[in-house]
């Protein structure tokens, strides 16, 4: 586990902007954006002054969805001091929320739905103001993890009287026929 931990927290690097322009856009998507140490050992992110990107291996560039995957797994292994809260927050906002809106791969990539979700997930986990709080186990939001929670309470205490779990059971099926349109082969064959 502590190998595990000290990997995750090893993903994040200080970001560098790419030499010139400080809103410059790279096309190439691996562009080198990231100092290594001459020895893995002496990673810190103690120096950073401004930004902090995530990647998911050594030698690639900073990307959204690292920053979800690594910052929501030491979260969930109740390790969230280990993540670098206001240069990672502010890389993500600054840097790779898109001009137009949502979130790209990488800094100047256009937006797209599967980054955007994630940039905004671990934006709540990090607790951003506006946003909803995100489980980090499950990539939903808590008041979701919530509902979970009763709905499974409810049927649990169902299947106790086992007429009550049958009919929720066919009311749920049911319910699923009418939305897709009719009853599954899978259904007909097994004489539902």
């Known amino acids: 586990m502590s190998g ?4 995750l927290a090893s993903r994040q690097f200080i970001y560098l902007t790419p030499s010139g322009d400080d809103d410059a856009e790279s096309d190439e998507e691996d562009a080198v954006n990231f100092t290594l140490p001459k020895c893995l050992a002496d990673l810190s992110l103690e120096e950073n002054q401004r930004y902090v990107g995530v990647n998911g291996r050594c ?15 030491l979260a969930t ?8 809260r206001e240069p990672s927050r502010r890389f993500l906002l600054e840097k790779m929320q898109h001009r137009i809106g949502g979130f790209g791969k990488n800094p100047g990539s256009p937006p797209d739905v599967y980054h955007a979700c994630f940039g905004l997930a671990i934006l709540a986990v990090l607790g951003e103001e506006g946003l909803n709080k995100v489980d980090s186990s499950l990539a939903v939001p808590i008041e979701t993890v919530r509902k979970i929670e009763r709905a499974r309470r409810g049927l649990l205490e169902a299947q106790r009287d086992d007429g009550e779990a049958r009919k929720l059971s066919t009311e749920a099926v049911e319910m699923g026929l009418k939305l897709r349109g009719g009853k599954p082969d899978w259904l007909t064959a097994a004489g539902g």
């Open 77 to 84: 292994l109740s390790r969230e001091e280990l993540i670098s």
């Open 4 to 7: 595990l931990i000290r990997w």
């Open 59 to 73: 030698n690639k560039a900073a990307d959204t969805c690292y920053s979800w995957w690594v910052g929501a797994s």
